[in-house]
């Protein structure tokens, strides 16, 4: 299974692109942290290929 | 060596006290689980560590690890979300570890002599993983490890009917980056998640070799009650004498105990260890503290017989019964129905909650 992340660029949080999807826009979870952090922030492809195969994210 | 630890997972068998929790916080000994995994980690050198995070409890394993800095350690967080198995968190650590060798860790599992001796056996040019065993009397409810003389790893098996060995696998594992190549080609299993026993496999399958270490020491997965009260019995064993609060003069006190700085027992009580007393804890005339028990932070104990038993903190006990092998969660009040009308047991419990009474 190919595992999408994504860091936030302020304090290093990595996220799974699945949290990224479930949220859209999310405050980043590390406490303190006021990044705004977006599933629009992974590449093109990388939304494509999760949103093709969403269902293997879902448990 | 960067360290991952895995701190995901509902903590369902250890229902109702992971309902207001993570499981990775349950104290043993009056320490959260997972500070033994960062002091593991940091024992053996390991200071960069990521956190996995799942959907439960990621405030309060924030709250209480923070950035690290008071373990002496350097915690970047990862939140996996859905909990889509072991090697799924395994994979969210990619851009963490940044192409090097890194340590596995499971945040609910304590391992008496840490993971020093795994991450030196391993030789990331001879070896694509590291795993940790131990001899297991019952080895068909286990992973099993099929291992030759050097301890290179020939096979793994899940729950085997005709073990190959009684080398179970334990919570603790060592990877070079060919793991991450081989968990993007995996498959989710029966139970919908990637399982890091597959990772495994598919690295033998694709010709590299897996060293492994027995354990020789105790180690615990601290999932269920009955799990929290052997590892709060296994650590106790080991500990000190430390007498930093206060004992009354009739008071008496037999063993290792530890009585943190702000506790109390007063005259008339009677402890004998091994025990461990938080801070902020009385325990009053007509009480005993028996061996294996562990009291939490600001707790009142006035008259119970306890033994075996470990208190999460927060909570009176103000009962004269027996109270043996109990995990009572945090704010709990055990009272006494004594005098009350009509005679018999007064409870509020919460679900998934066990009585014997």
């Excluded at chain 2, 997972?34 to 799942?54: H, S």
Aim: glycine fraction near 10%.
């Amino acid at each position: 299974m190919r595992i999408i992340t994504h860091s936030c660029p302020e304090c290093g949080t990595v996220v799974a692109a699945n949290e990224l999807e479930d949220n859209r826009v999310m405050k980043c979870p590390r406490e303190g942290c006021q990044e705004v952090l977006r599933f629009d922030d992974l590449t093109e492809e990388e939304q494509e290929f999760f949103l093709d195969n969403r269902d293997q994210y879902q448990i | 060596m960067r360290g991952v630890l895995l701190s995901g997972g509902t903590g369902s068998r250890l229902r109702p006290i992971t309902h207001t929790g993570p499981k990775q916080l349950v104290p043993v000994a009056n320490k959260p689980v997972i500070e033994y995994a960062i002091e593991d980690l940091k024992a053996a050198g390991v200071t960069e560590i990521g956190v996995v995070l799942g959907h439960k409890g990621r405030e309060e394993i924030q709250e209480l690890l923070g950035d690290g800095s008071k373990y002496g350690v350097d915690i970047t967080y990862i939140v996996q979300g859905n909990p889509l198995g072991l090697a799924h968190a395994v994979g969210c650590a990619r851009e963490f570890v940044d192409d090097s060798d890194f340590v596995v860790y499971l945040g609910d599992n304590m391992l008496r002599h840490g993971v020093s001796d795994l991450i030196e056996s391993f030789q990331s040019d001879e070896y694509g993983a590291g795993i940790a065993l131990q001899e297991v009397s019952n080895p068909e409810a286990f992973g099993v490890a099929d291992v030759d003389d050097q301890g290179t790893v020939k096979r793994l098996v899940e729950k085997p009917d005709d073990p190959p060995s009684n080398l179970a696998l334990i919570g603790m594992y060592v990877f070079s980056p060919a793991v991450f190549d081989v968990i993007e080609d995996l498959e989710p299993s029966w139970r919908g998640e990637l399982e890091i026993t597959d990772a495994i496999q598919s690295l033998l399958e694709n010709g590299y070799e897996i060293d492994s270490h027995v354990v020789t020491g105790w180690w615990k997965d601290t999932g269920k009650p009955e799990d929290i009260l052997e590892a709060n019995r296994l650590v106790l064993e080991d500990a000190e004498r430390s007498l930093r609060g206060t004992v009354e003069d009739g008071a008496e006190i037999r063993g290792k105990v530890q009585l943190a700085k702000s506790a109390t027992i007063e005259s008339g009580a009677v402890v004998r260890g091994p025990v461990s007393i938080a801070d902020d804890v009385t325990i009053e005339d007509g009480s005993y503290v028996g061996p294996y028990t562990s009291i939490g932070e600001n707790t009142r104990i006035a008259g119970p017989h306890i033994e075996n038993t470990v208190i999460v903190g927060e909570s009176e006990v103000t009962t004269n019964g027996r109270i043996i092998d109990s995990l009572i969660g945090r704010a709990a009040q055990v009272e006494s129905a004594e005098g009350m009308l009509p005679e018999g047991r007064r409870m509020v419990v919460g679900e998934n909650s066990q009585l014997h009474l």
